[in-house]
């Protein structure tokens, strides 16, 4: 009987998740990461965690769903042109994170146009990606615990692919072809760390102190994003003045508990049939 009771309570266990890593995650060592986001710019709800990962001796990918070609107000500024910077302030972003530049993937779909896209295909590309990269740990909006978080049509959009291709990579006769003719091998991930999270969901956080700085520096490269860059972009440098202005205002991004800058997620370990439970 109590053998019985002991596997059922490992089988729940194994498909309800864990809400704490074994290890914390600032001990994460060699673990290889991948981060599925929408837009060019949408790491930073984890940029000091990504920079902690990377300065321990994980392999640190970004993949953005857009090229955040439509995000301006710029009447100046067409979809190309914008496309062009948001890549590079990205790469400069990144590089200031310490992560590779060719660990930067981006599927090039339309800004704001993500929900309109042929589903199918985008899965399978991620799927394709996830069965590359093999990750340990994927980084991905939050699709809600319990109900279905909202987000802006983007974000939403990419919190469900994300879960979704996850959960198609582990079965090997979903796209069976990237196997059989590919060469890629099913794979499973069993660790998700969700950022945009409800506040009431998140369950761990992560202190950033030796990060903070290089969050709010990578943060400061999306000129296009922030200040007069978004009505009127002039190039990838601030002035002066307007460099006080966005630091101050990228400070009100980062979240402080107990004196302490802290970066907060959703941890969930398990089957990703399960992330939203």
Known sequence: MRT????????????TGFSQPDVPIDQWKGKTILLIGAHPDDDVYSMGTLSLLQANGNEVFIAMLTTGNVGTQDPDLGMMDLAL????????????????????????????????????????????????????VIFAFDPGKGEQRWHKADH????????DAARAAMWPLLFQGQITVEGL???????YVLFDSAEEDKNMWVDITRFEE???EAMSKYVSQWSSGWY????PELSEEETIEVRMRISKWINYRDGKPMEGFRYYKGLPDNIGR
């Open 4 to 15: 019985l009771m002991f596997m059922i309570v490992i089988l729940l266990v194994h498909f």
């Open 85 to 136: 910077i948001r890549k590079q302030e990205e790469q400069d972003a990144l590089a200031v994170l310490g992560i590779p530049g060719d660990h930067y993937i981006n599927l090039g779909y339309d800004d704001g146009m993500l929900e309109y896209e042929h589903k199918k295909e985008v899965v399978s590309r991620l799927v394709r990606l996830i069965r590359k990269v093999s990750p340990d």
């Open 156 to 163: 939403r959009t990419a919190s469900y692919l994300a879960a």
């Open 185 to 191: 091998k099913a794979h499973t991930v069993e660790e």
């Open 214 to 216: 290089k969050k709010m």
């Open 232 to 235: 009127d972009y002039k190039g």
